[in-house]
């Protein structure tokens, strides 16, 4: 997977001998697991050894992306708490959107390496914990905590055939930032990444029940809106395009300005399948980008 990929699935093994292992309650006991970016649900078993993190081969825990120093951060047990210490890294260690040089790690941080995304798990059950978190990445996107494609695309299937059935009404929103790469470039992929964060939390707010909210793309976004018909999608996609508008977008201090465009379709009662819709919508987002962006289509 490239540095700016996206990842949709999760495949992890845990063997049996080493679960029964780690019932013990052993000094130092925790995991460090990949939840988004490169070896997307890996887990790291950390204890009382000095675990190294970067892009170089030495490394215990190599994350292979440009954004990543050869060796970034330190993960160090000082017999009470994990710090984790950055190693004068080009791009930062950020824990919990913050940048970090020396932190001691409580259960649940986020901490960010580059465009790795981990979460530290501590505390008497961190097996059961592991194997939630694993479950969570099914279904949900690790870096904006919403709806992950592979579950999108699977709600999508379900929602055409219901729509055949009971003759429902059903439309699809499809949406990206404007210019993200400009912000990647300008700002970094670690700012570009916490952009994504708050612009799902923004749309969330706004999100009526029954709306499913997916992120399906790097920067792309969809809505599927069951029982809408196309003008009230399309009047939840403005609303959506207006809430981001106004949303104050800030890294490290930076406020960063972020525009939607935004395509809206109807199934049609000739839709048999799930990718002529998408098809459509898509078709439409490109159409707000050529009318200037910042619009619905």
């Known amino acids: 997977m490239s540095d700016d990929g ?10 049996r001998d080493f679960t029964k292992s780690w019932r013990r309650n052993a000094p130092g006991q925790a995991f460090l697991v990949v939840i988004a970016g490169p ?4 887990r790291s078993v950390l204890g009382e050894q000095t675990l ?38 080009t791009n930062g260690t950020f824990v919990n959107e913050t940048r970090v040089t020396d932190y001691a790690l409580h259960d649940g941080d986020r901490l960010q390496i580059g465009k790795a995304l981990l979460k530290y798990i501590s505390g008497n059950n961190i097996e059961s914990a592991y194997h939630e978190e694993v479950q969570r990445l099914m279904r949900y996107d690790g870096l904006t905590g919403i709806h992950n494609k592979s579950h999108f695309e699977e709600a999508f299937h379900n929602a055409m055939f219901r729509a055949q059935v009971n003759t429902s009404p059903m439309s699809l929103v499809v949406f990206d930032l404007d210019h993200f790469k400009n912000i990647n470039d300008t700002h970094g992929h670690t700012a570009g990444d916490a952009v994504l964060r708050q612009l799902a939390a923004a749309v969330t707010r706004a999100m009526p029940q029954g709306v499913l909210f ?3 793309g790097g920067e792309e ?18 609303t959506v395009r207006r809430v981001v508008e106004a949303t104050r977008f800030e890294f490290e201090g930076q406020v960063i300005p972020v525009t939607l465009s935004l395509g809206v379709t109807e199934r049609m009662p000739t839709d048999a399948a799930a990718a002529p819709v998408y098809q459509r919508a898509d078709a439409q987002l490109y159409a707000a980008k050529g009318a200037g962006r910042n619009c619905v289509r």
């Open 6 to 15: 996206f990842e949709a699935t999760v495949e992890v093994t845990v063997t």
């Open 214 to 216: 997916a992120r399906v």
């Open 39 to 42: 070896r997307l649900g890996h």
């Open 52 to 89: 190294d993190v970067g892009r170089g081969v030495a490394c215990g825990l190599q994350l292979d992306a440009d954004s990543v120093s050869r060796l970034h951060a330190r993960i160090q047990w000082d017999g009470r708490a994990h710090h984790v210490v950055d190693l004068q890294s």
């Open 221 to 238: 976004f969809a809505l599927l809106c069951n029982g809408f018909n196309a003008q009230q999608a399309f009047n939840l996609a403005e």
